[in-house]
Protein backbone atom coordinates (compact mmCIF):
# COMPACT_ATOMS: atom_id res chain seq x y z
CA UNK A 1 0.00 0.00 0.00
CA UNK A 2 2.67 2.78 0.25
CA UNK A 3 4.07 2.16 -2.51
CA UNK A 4 0.71 2.86 -4.24
CA UNK A 5 0.11 5.67 -2.20
CA UNK A 6 3.26 6.96 -3.21
CA UNK A 7 3.10 6.03 -6.94
CA UNK A 8 -0.50 8.03 -7.06
CA UNK A 9 -0.23 10.67 -4.60
CA UNK A 10 1.28 13.16 -6.74
CA UNK A 11 0.67 11.73 -9.98
CA UNK A 12 -1.82 14.41 -12.48
CA UNK A 13 -4.09 11.56 -13.40
CA UNK A 14 -3.81 9.64 -9.96
CA UNK A 15 -7.09 11.12 -8.07
CA UNK A 16 -9.03 8.88 -8.04
CA UNK A 17 -6.28 6.00 -7.18
CA UNK A 18 -5.05 7.73 -4.57
CA UNK A 19 -8.76 8.46 -2.62
CA UNK A 20 -9.31 4.15 -3.22
CA UNK A 21 -5.74 3.69 -1.79
CA UNK A 22 -6.14 5.47 1.25
CA UNK A 23 -9.85 4.48 2.17
CA UNK A 24 -8.84 1.00 1.21
CA UNK A 25 -6.14 1.35 4.75
CA UNK A 26 -9.67 0.80 6.97
CA UNK A 27 -12.35 -0.92 4.91
CA UNK A 28 -12.35 -2.60 1.41
CA UNK A 29 -13.69 0.32 -1.20
CA UNK A 30 -15.69 0.10 -4.56
CA UNK A 31 -14.12 -0.44 -7.08
CA UNK A 32 -10.83 -3.12 -7.43
CA UNK A 33 -6.72 -2.50 -8.33
CA UNK A 34 -4.46 -4.25 -9.99
CA UNK A 35 -0.89 -3.57 -9.52
CA UNK A 36 1.89 -4.52 -12.07
CA UNK A 37 5.85 -4.50 -11.07
CA UNK A 38 8.85 -5.00 -12.99
CA UNK A 39 11.31 -8.06 -12.11
CA UNK A 40 12.63 -5.95 -9.31
CA UNK A 41 9.64 -5.29 -7.99
CA UNK A 42 8.91 -1.92 -8.97
CA UNK A 43 5.22 -0.83 -9.47
CA UNK A 44 4.92 0.40 -12.81
CA UNK A 45 1.20 0.25 -13.78
CA UNK A 46 -2.24 0.17 -11.42
CA UNK A 47 -5.47 -0.46 -12.97
CA UNK A 48 -8.40 0.94 -11.50
CA UNK A 49 -12.22 -0.17 -11.84
CA UNK A 50 -14.83 1.67 -9.95
CA UNK A 51 -17.73 0.15 -11.79
CA UNK A 52 -17.93 3.30 -14.20
CA UNK A 53 -15.08 2.80 -16.09
CA UNK A 54 -11.26 1.56 -16.00
CA UNK A 55 -8.42 3.78 -15.46
CA UNK A 56 -4.81 2.43 -16.54
CA UNK A 57 -2.05 4.71 -14.93
CA UNK A 58 1.57 4.41 -15.48
CA UNK A 59 4.06 6.56 -14.46
CA UNK A 60 3.56 8.71 -18.06
CA UNK A 61 0.24 8.21 -18.82
CA UNK A 62 -3.40 7.89 -18.17
CA UNK A 63 -5.75 5.80 -20.32
CA UNK A 64 -9.63 5.69 -18.98
CA UNK A 65 -11.87 4.23 -20.86
CA UNK A 66 -15.64 2.19 -20.47
CA UNK A 67 -16.19 -1.94 -20.05
CA UNK A 68 -16.73 -3.30 -23.80
CA UNK A 69 -20.64 -3.51 -23.80
CA UNK A 70 -19.76 -6.61 -26.45
CA UNK A 71 -17.21 -8.32 -24.21
CA UNK A 72 -17.48 -10.40 -21.29
CA UNK A 73 -14.32 -10.54 -19.05
CA UNK A 74 -11.86 -8.48 -20.61
CA UNK A 75 -8.51 -8.97 -20.54
CA UNK A 76 -7.63 -5.87 -18.06
CA UNK A 77 -3.74 -5.24 -18.99
CA UNK A 78 -4.92 -5.01 -22.60
CA UNK A 79 -4.62 -1.89 -24.09
CA UNK A 80 -8.22 -0.58 -24.40
CA UNK A 81 -9.81 -0.08 -28.20
CA UNK A 82 -10.19 3.24 -29.46
CA UNK A 83 -13.98 3.53 -29.25
CA UNK A 84 -14.07 2.35 -25.93
CA UNK A 85 -11.35 5.53 -24.53
CA UNK A 86 -12.64 8.52 -22.69
CA UNK A 87 -11.22 12.00 -23.18
CA UNK A 88 -8.54 13.64 -20.48
CA UNK A 89 -9.33 17.31 -19.80
CA UNK A 90 -7.72 19.74 -17.44
CA UNK A 91 -9.13 23.34 -16.21
CA UNK A 92 -7.09 26.22 -17.97
CA UNK A 93 -9.71 28.97 -17.36
CA UNK A 94 -9.56 31.84 -14.76
CA UNK A 95 -10.69 31.46 -11.41
CA UNK A 96 -13.98 30.56 -10.40
CA UNK A 97 -16.35 31.29 -7.61
CA UNK A 98 -18.92 28.86 -6.21
CA UNK A 99 -22.30 29.78 -7.89
CA UNK A 100 -25.50 31.41 -5.74
CA UNK A 101 -28.11 28.48 -5.28
CA UNK A 102 -25.62 25.28 -4.81
CA UNK A 103 -25.19 23.11 -2.20
CA UNK A 104 -22.82 21.07 -0.49
CA UNK A 105 -24.11 17.58 0.01
CA UNK A 106 -22.97 15.04 3.44
CA UNK A 107 -24.34 12.57 5.00
CA UNK A 108 -27.91 11.36 4.78
CA UNK A 109 -28.23 14.13 1.92
CA UNK A 110 -25.54 12.63 -0.06
CA UNK A 111 -26.88 9.50 0.09
CA UNK A 112 -30.41 10.88 -0.75
CA UNK A 113 -29.33 12.48 -3.73
CA UNK A 114 -27.64 9.36 -5.13
CA UNK A 115 -31.27 7.66 -4.88
CA UNK A 116 -32.90 10.68 -6.55
CA UNK A 117 -30.85 10.39 -9.11
CA UNK A 118 -31.14 6.68 -10.02
CA UNK A 119 -34.25 5.22 -12.14
CA UNK A 120 -36.33 2.85 -9.90
CA UNK A 121 -34.95 -0.34 -10.61
CA UNK A 122 -31.27 0.35 -11.89
CA UNK A 123 -30.10 0.39 -8.09
CA UNK A 124 -27.03 -2.59 -7.63
CA UNK A 125 -24.92 -4.04 -5.45
CA UNK A 126 -21.77 -2.15 -7.50
CA UNK A 127 -23.74 1.19 -7.34
CA UNK A 128 -25.00 0.47 -3.58
CA UNK A 129 -20.91 0.27 -2.81
CA UNK A 130 -20.22 3.29 -4.63
CA UNK A 131 -22.51 5.16 -2.73
CA UNK A 132 -20.86 4.31 0.39
CA UNK A 133 -17.70 5.28 -0.87
CA UNK A 134 -18.55 8.44 -2.75
CA UNK A 135 -19.79 9.43 1.35
CA UNK A 136 -16.44 7.95 3.06
CA UNK A 137 -14.32 9.98 0.51
CA UNK A 138 -16.34 12.97 1.40
CA UNK A 139 -16.02 12.39 5.25
CA UNK A 140 -12.11 11.66 4.46
CA UNK A 141 -11.92 15.68 2.57
CA UNK A 142 -10.94 13.67 -0.59
CA UNK A 143 -13.90 14.36 -2.32
CA UNK A 144 -17.07 16.94 -2.28
CA UNK A 145 -20.47 16.85 -3.93
CA UNK A 146 -22.68 19.77 -4.90
CA UNK A 147 -26.17 20.15 -5.94
CA UNK A 148 -29.03 22.47 -6.71
CA UNK A 149 -32.97 21.99 -5.95
CA UNK A 150 -36.22 23.29 -7.67
CA UNK A 151 -38.96 23.54 -5.22
CA UNK A 152 -37.08 21.05 -2.76
CA UNK A 153 -36.32 18.52 -5.60
CA UNK A 154 -32.97 17.73 -6.75
CA UNK A 155 -32.73 19.53 -10.15
CA UNK A 156 -28.91 18.23 -11.04
CA UNK A 157 -25.69 17.50 -9.50
CA UNK A 158 -21.69 17.48 -9.34
CA UNK A 159 -19.14 16.16 -7.40
CA UNK A 160 -14.93 16.25 -7.01
CA UNK A 161 -15.20 12.62 -6.52
CA UNK A 162 -11.58 12.45 -6.40
CA UNK A 163 -8.02 13.94 -4.98
CA UNK A 164 -4.75 13.75 -4.24
CA UNK A 165 -1.86 16.39 -3.98
CA UNK A 166 -1.75 18.06 -7.53
CA UNK A 167 -5.05 17.28 -8.84
CA UNK A 168 -8.81 16.96 -8.25
CA UNK A 169 -11.16 14.80 -10.73
CA UNK A 170 -14.49 15.86 -11.66
CA UNK A 171 -17.44 13.59 -12.56
CA UNK A 172 -21.42 12.34 -11.86
CA UNK A 173 -22.40 15.67 -13.49
CA UNK A 174 -25.85 14.89 -13.43
CA UNK A 175 -29.01 16.90 -14.56
CA UNK A 176 -32.70 15.15 -13.58
CA UNK A 177 -34.44 15.52 -16.92
CA UNK A 178 -37.52 18.23 -16.12
CA UNK A 179 -34.39 20.33 -15.18
CA UNK A 180 -32.12 20.28 -18.44
CA UNK A 181 -30.86 23.01 -20.34
CA UNK A 182 -31.33 25.49 -18.07
CA UNK A 183 -27.56 25.96 -16.86
CA UNK A 184 -27.10 23.83 -14.12
CA UNK A 185 -24.51 21.27 -15.04
CA UNK A 186 -22.37 24.94 -15.91
CA UNK A 187 -23.21 25.85 -12.45
CA UNK A 188 -21.97 23.24 -10.42
CA UNK A 189 -19.06 21.97 -12.82
CA UNK A 190 -18.18 25.79 -11.49
CA UNK A 191 -18.59 24.69 -7.97
CA UNK A 192 -16.07 22.05 -8.28
CA UNK A 193 -13.68 23.63 -9.98
CA UNK A 194 -14.10 26.58 -7.34
CA UNK A 195 -13.15 24.04 -4.76
CA UNK A 196 -10.70 22.62 -6.00
CA UNK A 197 -8.81 25.60 -6.79
CA UNK A 198 -9.18 26.86 -3.45
CA UNK A 199 -7.52 23.92 -2.22
CA UNK A 200 -4.69 24.84 -4.71
CA UNK A 201 -5.43 21.39 -7.20
CA UNK A 202 -5.81 21.44 -10.53
CA UNK A 203 -9.61 20.65 -11.48
CA UNK A 204 -9.37 17.57 -14.06
CA UNK A 205 -11.88 15.18 -15.75
CA UNK A 206 -13.07 12.35 -18.05
CA UNK A 207 -15.36 12.77 -20.49
CA UNK A 208 -17.00 10.80 -23.63
CA UNK A 209 -16.25 12.68 -26.71
CA UNK A 210 -19.57 14.44 -27.42
CA UNK A 211 -19.31 16.61 -24.18
CA UNK A 212 -15.27 17.81 -25.07
CA UNK A 213 -17.08 20.81 -26.22
CA UNK A 214 -19.31 21.53 -23.54
CA UNK A 215 -16.18 21.47 -20.94
CA UNK A 216 -13.98 23.28 -23.58
CA UNK A 217 -16.51 26.60 -23.29
CA UNK A 218 -16.03 26.40 -19.28
CA UNK A 219 -12.28 26.45 -20.14
CA UNK A 220 -10.67 22.75 -20.08
CA UNK A 221 -8.75 21.89 -22.53
Sequence with gaps: ???LLDFSRNHPWGAEIYTTATLCEAQPAIGSLWMGSDEKKRLRLVICDNGAYITYLT?????????????????????PKLRYRLCRMVYRGKAAAVPEGVEPLRGGALLAMYEAIREPGARSENTEKRYVFRARSVNAGLAETFAVYENESLASTASVVASNAVAALIGDVYTVFAFRFQGY??????ACVAHARRQGLTPALYCEKPMKRFYRRMGFR
Excluded: N, S, Y
Design 1 to 3: MPA
Design 59 to 79: ARRCIAAKPPEDEEGPDLFAR
Design 185 to 190: ATRLTE
